[in-house]
């Protein structure tokens, strides 16, 4: 007897070969009827006896394609239709499942399959830099609306050839149903030009040839990737990265290499077994390595770091151009330094055109921006420094269910935004540091984009406490268009220890230890070394940093002797100028830390990694935030580091008192012990810090969960360490892994905690 099921698939199931991959099973069951995408994920229609149903409703969630992921699946039997064969049909459009939108997966880097056949002579693809299938390829990058089909892409305006469309209709093939299948014929084109208004640029192989030619004389080149421009140069010469620098007006902050396989990438960096699966996974990030001595690289790449930032192809163009290179190149984003990364042939050519000497594109259109993501291993765990191609736009739990659909805007850095509705959100790509104009720019833009593919129009709007952070006018902006009647300000580190939370589903109170760079707290001062009791909606503060002032507000950042005066000053000690600080500068300091009045102060653990930097003449001015913190990790020596103490004032709340710290570092070095010594049982003197604060506050709450987290704890020694002397004293530790622990957290932190506050009100 022949019946009928409805069947609805729900999870990441478009985009990644799902529906070519239901085909295959119904036919090879025998089965009729039909597949679809519609806005909920994908629906089955099936005839068959009762027992092929069975079979296959039994394989349908045993061998997904890879990339699938099935969050549920719903059955309901339907009266037979008698149909006669299985077949792909379009997808069902209506607004009505909008709530039930499915995740539309990342950016997939080329497969092994493309680029075996990318290299044979005889395929009709051989050298193609957009082969692609149903298992890789742009996605999320190239998506104008969902759901996820080639007419709501950028790929929409390539007419498939006759040879494309068969490939496209059969069954058999491995790009059945592929929405991004393209070919020499009937593709995009890569183009080389000089500039915007190049009378003759080179296409196809000529244009490759072009991009070697270039790269080998030591030229700059940028190159359209999948969710923006690259600017590439030799990194093996020093002229050429030099140029670079020089050029994008980037002082010190390390170059990302991209080098062609496993092997190169190796000679350069150790590379352990979980971080070899990083470089490799499809979302292929930037893997933070740590640089063997004698490495190949132009000392300019990344200047008095332990570790490099690598990362393997990710699109066929990537491949061809490494592979006609053989040696490893810097890619680093296409961008004026603090601008977004371009996406767009007149932006490249307006913004790069002083920068780059060739510029490689073609026609596909980016629609997304989506920057590469940057991510390393710590204690054999994945954690997300950057998230961006390849993670964005994969849900994460929210750690909390909401009705409302909820919009977070994130913080002022490496802003990221939010959008939560059921138990699961959405972060966007990194939009970066909403310094300028061209940041909010594209900040707006990242809304845009993340309202309107999430399908919900969100009702409650999440921001930092901050009132003049661009997102957070941005946030207030944002409500009055959409007319929506409630903002939820989040204190930016209760936003921190939220984000943990919900990444680890935890329920109840945790003891969230941040240590941070700036965030405003609850009383006007800048907080950022934190011990909070944090429960859904609400935190306590239990304890921080004792506060200094800030000479010169977050502009203190950039100048990390200026924060060590004012250590030295409030731990009582006498300060001296360094060398390389004008006296006129250095006085300004001295009257601002003497007498206070209307300086802000700060508890912030990242000025106080600043102190101690410019303290033992590591860094003394940082052109980016953190590179103090950085060069102080590098030159850290804890092996056998003995900590100084770490002061206490008070049960709980209490104050941590740097001073008697910044003393112990001036006479340790004055006794002549080491900076590598100094720099060590300062790591570890924080360790301790920790383990103390939250001694006292689980002794005061009975509560033993700890979140670990802020931007402070990029800093692999002292989060291990932490962790480590946590554990053991029976603390449970949640670590920030697939969301970064600095700001790009944020967003998520502010929605789950908007979410909380949704569901209080509603109990209320
Ligand atoms: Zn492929
Ligand atoms: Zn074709
Ligand atoms: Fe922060």
Redesign the pocket.
């Known amino acids: 007897m022949v019946e009928r099921r409805l069947i609805a698939v729900q999870g990441v199931v478009q985009g990644v070969g799902f529906r070519p991959y239901v085909h295959r099973l119904a036919a090879a069951a025998g089965l009729v009827g039909s597949v679809r995408n519609d806005p909920g994920g994908v629906t089955i229609d099936v005839e068959g006896n009762a027992r092929q149903l069975d079979d296959f409703l039994h394989r349908l969630t045993l061998q997904p394609p890879a990339l699938a992921s099935i969050a549920r699946v719903d059955i309901a039997p339907a009266a037979p239709r008698a149909y006669h064969a299985f077949r792909i049909v379009p997808s069902e459009t209506s607004a009505e499942r909008a709530d039930l939108q499915p995740p539309l997966p990342a950016d997939i880097a080329t497969c092994e399959t493309c680029r075996l056949e990318m290299l044979e002579p005889a395929n009709r693809r051989f050298r193609h830099p957009f082969i692609t299938c149903t298992e890789c390829g742009p996605r999320l990058t190239i998506v104008r609306g969902m759901p996820y089909d080639r007419e709501r892409t950028t790929m929409g305006a390539f007419e498939?050839?006759a040879?494309?469309r068969r490939e496209y209709q059969n069954p058999a093939d491995r790009r059945f149903h592929a929405e991004t299948?393209?070919?020499p014929?009937?593709?995009p084109t890569l183009e080389a030009a000089h500039g915007g208004n190049d009378p003759a640029p080179l296409l196809h192989g000529a244009a490759l040839e072009a991009t070697a030619d270039a790269l080998r004389a030591g030229l700059v080149v940028a190159i359209k990737a999948l969710g923006g421009f690259h600017l590439a140069c030799d990194a093996t010469s020093e002229t050429a990265v030099a140029r670079l620098r020089a050029r994008k007006r980037r002082a010190a902050k390390p170059f990302a290499l991209m080098v062609r396989d496993l092997a190169t990438a190796r000679a350069l960096c150790v590379v352990s077994e979980p971080e070899r699966e990083l470089l490799e996974s499809v979302a292929r990030p930037i893997v933070l390595l740590q640089r063997r001595t004698g490495a190949s690289v132009a000392p300019s790449v990344a200047p008095s770091q332990h570790t490099l930032g690598v990362m393997l192809p990710s699109t066929p163009l990537h491949h061809l151009v490494l592979d006609a290179m053989d040696r490893p190149l810097v890619m680093t984003s296409g961008n004026r330094s603090d601008e977004p990364v371009v996406i767009d042939e007149a932006s490249a050519f307006a913004a790069l055109g002083d920068v780059a000497d060739l510029f490689v594109v073609h026609d596909r259109p980016i629609q997304v921006r989506c920057d590469d993501s940057v991510a390393r291993v710590v204690a054999g765990d994945v954690r997300v420094i950057r998230r961006a191609r390849g993670y964005a736009p994969r849900t994460v739990a929210l750690g909390v269910s909401t009705r409302i659909p909820v919009l977070a805007v994130g913080g002022h850095l490496k802003n990221t935004i939010c959008h939560a509705h059921g138990s699961s959100a959405t972060l966007s790509p990194h939009v970066g540091d909403l310094e300028n104009w061209e940041s909010r720019l594209a900040l707006r833009a990242a809304i845009d984009t993340t309202i309107r593919l999430a399908g919900a129009t969100p009702e409650v709007i999440a921001h930092d406490l901050h009132p003049d952070y661009a997102s957070t006018r941005v946030a207030h902006e944002i409500a009055s268009e959409l007319d929506i009647q409630r903002t939820v300000p989040v204190q930016h580190h209760h936003a921190h220890v939220a984000a943990c939370v919900a990444e680890h589903g935890h329920a109840g109170p945790v003891i969230g230890v941040v240590f941070d760079g700036a965030g405003l707290g609850t009383d006007g001062a800048v907080w950022g070394g934190e011990f909070l009791l944090a429960n859904g909606a609400s935190f306590s503060r239990c304890g921080h940093l004792a506060y200094v002032p800030l000479p010169g507000g977050d502009a203190a950042a950039r100048r990390p002797w200026s924060v060590a005066v004012a250590h030295l000053v409030s731990a009582g000690l006498e300060a001296t100028r360094p060398d390389s600080v004008a006296e006129r500068h250095w006085d300004v300091v001295q009257q601002l830390v003497t007498r206070p009045r209307g300086v802000p102060r700060t508890s912030s653990v990242g000025r106080l990694f600043d102190a101690v930097a410019s303290l033992l003449g590591v860094c003394h001015e940082s052109s980016f935030e953190g590179e103090a913190a950085m060069a102080l990790e590098a030159v850290a020596d804890v092996g056998n580091a003995r900590a100084y103490r770490a002061t206490l004032t008070g049960d709980v709340p209490f104050v941590a008192d740097p001073g008697a710290i910044v003393r112990a570092v001036v006479e340790d070095r004055a006794r002549g012990r080491s900076v590598a010594e100094v720099a060590g049982a300062f790591h570890v003197t924080l360790r301790d810090m920790v383990v103390a604060g939250c001694s006292r506050i689980r002794d005061a709450s009975g509560v033993a969960t700890v979140a670990l987290t802020g931007g402070v704890f990029m800093n692999a020694l002292l989060l291990e360490a932490a962790r480590d002397a946590l554990t053991a004293r029976g603390f449970r530790v949640l670590i920030p892994g697939m969301v970064p622990c600095n700001d790009g957290g944020l967003a998520l932190g502010q929605a789950h905690v908007a979410a909380h506050a949704i569901r209080e009100d509603a109990c209320a």
Do not use: H, Q, V, Y
């Open positions: 498939m050839c040879e494309c299948i393209a070919c014929a009937c593709g």
